[in-house]
């Protein structure tokens, strides 16, 4: 079977316009992000060293939440207009196709969230020096949150309204990632945890999209 890179292209550029699908749909992550992280000086007041004690474990799970807003359609849409049969009948691998589509969605709706963490995190009182560290941990593991998601996502296309299902499917998938993530912003560790971050992120990009593709091949058949 020779590759055609045209269906991957085209599988990548329809994710990042089914991204802003609805009006604003690439937003509904970075609003839920956004207002997940605010929410907690609300709650806990606004004490900053309490706040600094608690703002790395709020932002990882408000990234690992955040990273489930918009995986409901990531291959539904597909599944139900069939596109889907079209590219499994493709000569392009289906794992590819899944992959291109994961990360143009991470690029769209997950990036940003990684922009934007050092904001949220002078809010929540944490080191400015820490803040680009944290920016290259949040981008690892968010680009892990999105290929589990995908794979949940995946394993849901066939069921309407899958939201739930999703998140039971991913969440036990995000706990390695998280705890790396969080253990990699203290100081005495964050060089072997970041190492470890790394690991659980390359895993995710080595397995989730065969895992996806095999998903979504159960769900055409």
């Given at each position: 079977m020779s590759l055609t890179p045209a269906p991957i292209r085209a599988a990548f550029r329809q994710a990042v316009s089914e991204a802003w699908a609805g009006g604003a749909g690439a937003l509904l992550p970075i609003g839920f992000f956004a207002g997940a992280a605010m929410l907690v000086p609300f709650t806990i007041g606004s004490d900053a060293g309490q706040l600094a004690a608690i703002g790395t474990g709020v932002l990882w799970v408000a990234l690992a939440l955040a990273s489930l807003v918009s995986m409901e359609r990531l291959f539904q849409a597909d599944l139900e207009d069939g596109t889907l049969d079209l590219w499994a009948q493709e000569d392009a691998p289906l794992f590819m196709i899944a992959a291109a589509k994961m990360l143009a969605h991470w690029l769209v709706s997950g990036l940003p969230l990684v922009i934007l963490t050092p904001l949220i995190g002078i809010t929540l009182q944490l080191?400015?020096?820490d803040l680009l560290p944290a920016m290259l941990a949040y981008g690892l593991g968010g680009l892990a949150f999105f290929l589990w998601g995908g794979v949940a996502g995946a394993l849901a296309a066939s069921v309407p309204r899958g939201g739930l299902l999703i998140a039971l499917l991913a969440l036990p998938l995000f706990i390695p990632t998280a705890i790396f993530g969080s253990l990699s912003a203290q100081a005495d560790s964050i060089g072997p945890n970041l190492l470890f971050l790394a690991a659980s992120?390359?895993?995710?990009?080595?397995?989730?999209?065969?895992?996806?593709?095999?998903?979504?091949?159960?769900?055409?058949?």
């Open positions: 080191p400015v020096s992120t390359l895993f995710a990009l080595a397995v989730a999209p065969f895992a996806a593709s095999a998903a979504l091949r159960l769900a055409v058949d």
